[in-house]
């Protein structure tokens, strides 16, 4: 899919029964495509002057897309089986890792409070504040939302992973959902969750799907083309057994598996793995990777992770170029940061690798790699070079977090309920 550049507004829409679209600027509109309620495509569809009529948008995206067979009768089967888990699904403990970001945090916690699946609470961990902003804004939403347990916490040394793992400590459901502050949360993201959460014995991790929230500048679509952070519309289940990939650099590339803005793990096992590890993530010298890691150690560990589209965030990117430049750069930090902490937590795996380095390069930097396949002739070297840059920095930055880093208290089971989980 071809983003055109500039302001392209945005649609969700349901093949059981698709509205029109009206006028929009520019003439093109991206619509998220969805089959009873599940997520099966993006398509960016040319608007008439007059905008489309129902048909006429059906004829649209029947030109651009075909269903795959059986899809209907899958969402069927999985939105009847949320029902069920409605009453006897897992509960879940919502966390959001925030510094100083009143608004956007608030506009999060309220797409939250819409989530068709009830057994959930909500822990916000305030990461080195510099003002009283995010706990007002907390205090202020519990006092509006009395069926939402939330609980505020204050973490003051910097650090996504030590906050989310300040945040574990009191953890109270039987999975940790992560999320950011720069989000909102589609309804059923949760119940979609609680479905591949107990789909499969081994499921220890769930990621979802991330979609931008608007592509509206030149910096959000060049992050489209490096990427995004959608991994697809179908369902896959990974481990390193029967679900192996066909992936000659499994399982280093975690990446390819979702990332940490949507992401859940089995509380009880990430705590006997001792949480996301400090030295890695925002607000450290490696700038990333605490979320790569941890999906890495599920999968050496024996675990399996469940990609699941169904659940679905939104994500607000950086909108401007000299943001878009910085990302780059601690993307690469954060990528080659995580690979030096996975080589020293399996060093055998890491000896394996090592003969493939070559095929590890081409993925990152190769033209024809499925990283780069949707950059165009336009995209910025330079954004290119920022980001190996930052891969070349990545080493000897997890090593200064490691030798930096400040001692922490050990991730135990979760403390006393400050109100129960609702369901």
């Known amino acids: 899919m071809t983003l055109p550049v500039g302001p ?60 795959a067979a059986g899809t209907e009768n899958v969402d069927l089967a999985r939105r ?74 204050r973490e003051p040394v910097p650090g996504a992973a030590r906050a989310h793992n300040r945040g574990l400590e009191v953890a109270t459901g039987d999975w940790v959902v992560r999320t950011d502050d720069d989000v909102v949360v589609d309804p059923q993201w949760l119940a979609a969750i609680a479905d591949a959460a107990t789909s499969a014995p081994d499921v220890q991790c769930v990621t979802g799907l991330i979609l931008p ?41 975690t990446g390819r598996l979702g990332s940490g803005a949507n992401i859940a793990f089995a509380a009880e096992q990430l705590r006997a793995r001792g ?32 990609y699941e589209p169904s659940a679905l965030v939104w ?26 902490a996975a080589a020293l937590r399996e060093p055998r795996l890491a000896v394996g690798m090592a003969g493939k380095a070559a095929l590890g390069v081409r993925h990152v930097l190769g033209r024809s790699s499925p990283k780069n396949s949707a950059k165009t002739r336009d995209y910025p070297r330079e954004l290119e070079r920022r980001e190996l840059r930052g891969m070349l920095a990545g080493p000897a930055a997890y090593v200064a977090g490691r030798l930096t880093r400040t001692p922490e208290r050990p ?13």
């Not at 896959?236 to 192996?244: G, L, M, T, W």
């Not at 991730?411 to 369901?423: D, F």
Request: glycine letters at 8%; one cysteine or more.
């Open 315 to 340: 994500h607000w990117n950086r909108r401007d170029y000299a943001s878009l430049q910085r990302l780059m750069h601690d993307y690469g930090v954060g990528l080659s940061a995580y690979l030096t």
């Open 213 to 253: 929230a608007e592509i509206d500048t030149p910096a959000q679509e060049l992050l489209e083309q490096f990427g995004g952070y959608a991994r697809g519309f179908r369902r896959r289940h990974v481990d390193k057994a029967a679900h192996r990939p066909d992936d000659p650099l499994f399982p280093f590339t």
């Open 80 to 153: 009847a089986r949320r029902s069920e888990l409605a009453e006897r699904g897992p509960t879940m403990t919502v966390q959001i890792a925030t510094r100083d970001r009143p608004d956007p945090l608030r506009r999060c916690l309220d797409s939250i409070a819409c989530a068709d699946y009830r057994a959930f609470d909500i822990v916000v961990i305030d990461n080195a504040p510099a003002t009283d902003e995010t706990r007002a804004v907390v205090r202020a939403w519990e006092q509006a939302h009395p069926e939402v347990a939330v609980r505020y916490l």
């Open 8 to 67: 392209v507004q945005a649609f969700d829409v349901d093949l059981r029964g698709l509205p029109g679209l009206p006028p929009v600027e520019g003439g093109r509109a991206r619509v998220l495509v969805r089959s009873h309620g599940a997520p099966v495509t993006v398509c960016v569809v040319d608007v008439p002057p007059e905008g489309l009529e129902a048909a006429q948008l059906a004829q649209r995206l029947a030109d651009l897309f075909a269903p």
């Open 411 to 423: 991730v135990v089971a979760g403390a006393e309920r400050s109100r129960e989980v609702a369901r």
């Open 275 to 306: 949480g996301f590890d400090i030295a890695l993530g925002p607000g450290t010298p490696a700038k990333g990777g605490e979320d790569l890691l941890a999906l890495f150690d599920v999968l050496t560990g024996g675990g399996g992770v469940v």
